[in-house]
């Protein structure tokens, strides 16, 4: 294999690495296509449920909705909620897709059986986007929030971050978009050197960081993603959600350093079992985080120019 006209030893592990990645996708994710009557697990009811849900929201959110449409949304929701039904034990994920996938039916059902009608509140809102034409207080103040944030690898031991201050950063983290509003990202908590020790033994990139008292470990849920197109989709989902846990941190003067998990799928099997992550979890990322150590320095970590990360076409 070439890399830049050098064969470097690792270079081999990359076709195995990527079909350890490809054999897990394969093993948990949906079927591009749910048939009625054949049962899925769970996870890819969820899935489905959540993505013909999205098709009917999408489809009222549109410039011009069309009166009627939704014919095939409506009968796999109908069948999915179905196979749901016969499901003992679900889990909150999927009684919350329940629950939302027969509000978008009703919803679909009032718009299909209007001549006219306005939007459905239940399931759209107008954009609360005004367009900002001159200075702006609250444009200055969010480009200070992002350009505020630097990684931060000295920690306060003795100051915890409280679970609400963690639950707001996940709520913030829900925002992500993802595809079809599946929100397949997950995070993992751990708290205190016992727990988190082991996990950060793992880990390369940790070494100098001081004071860690909390560690996430972010991750996707590969149950979530339906066809073999999908194979890719998990990364991108999983790293938008977690860059906006960072922010849902940053909101709250909680600092936070990425840590990577670049690391061989051999690895990944030992952290699920470890850290105690569902085998159908793809690892993303771990996550340090907490209130930073007075006084401590950070890296100003300078950028190329805008016109070598920019084309404009
Ligand atoms: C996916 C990812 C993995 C990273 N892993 C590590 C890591 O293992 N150790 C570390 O100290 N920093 C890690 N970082 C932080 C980067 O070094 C840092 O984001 C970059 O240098 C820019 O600096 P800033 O975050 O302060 O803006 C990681 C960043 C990303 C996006």
């Known amino acids: 294999m070439q890399n830049g006209g050098t064969h470097e030893p690792g270079d081999d592990l990359v076709m195995h690495e990527s079909a350890m990645v490809a054999e897990r996708f394969e093993r948990f994710r949906a079927p591009e296509t749910p048939r009625p009557g054949v049962a899925l697990p769970p996870g890819n009811i969820e899935a489905h449920l959540r993505l013909e849900t999205h098709r009917i929201e999408k489809g009222l959110s549109i410039a011009e909705p069309r009166r009627p449409f939704g014919r095939l949304a409506q009968e796999r929701l109908t069948f999915l909620l179905a196979l749901a039904a016969e499901l003992s034990g679900k889990g909150d994920g999927l009684v919350s897709a329940e629950d939302q996938a027969r509000e978008a039916l009703r919803a679909l059902q009032r718009w299909n059986s209007a001549d006219r009608g306005t939007r459905d509140p239940d399931l759209t809102q107008p954009a609360l986007l005004a367009p900002d034409d001159g200075p702006s207080r609250k444009r200055d103040a969010l480009t200070e929030f992002f350009a505020q944030r630097s990684s931060v690898r000295s920690f306060d031991p003795e100051k915890p971050v409280s679970p609400e201050a963690i639950e707001r950063a996940v709520e913030v983290a829900l925002h992500s978009p993802s595809v079809c509003n599946r929100a397949a990202g997950r995070v993992h908590f751990y708290e205190g050197r016992a727990a988190i020790g082991p996990l950060l033994d793992l880990q390369q990139g940790n070494r100098g960081l001081t004071g860690i008292r909390h560690l996430a470990v972010a991750t996707v849920e590969l149950s979530m993603f ?32 990425l840590l990577n998990w670049s690391m061989p799928d051999a690895a990944s099997r030992e952290l699920r079992k470890v850290a105690a992550i569902p085998e159908s979890e ?31 076409h």
Request: hydrophobic share 45%; aromatic share 12%; proline share 5%.
């Open 282 to 312: 793809l690892i993303v990322c771990m996550l340090a985080f907490g209130y930073a150590q007075e006084g401590t320095y950070v890296t100003r970590s300078a950028k190329p120019p805008l016109a070598h990360v920019m084309t404009l």
């Open 226 to 257: 339906a066809g073999a197109k999908e194979l890719t989709q998990p990364w991108i989902d999983g790293g938008l959600f977690l860059m906006n846990l960072v922010w849902g941190f940053q909101s709250q003067g909680i600092g936070s350093c």
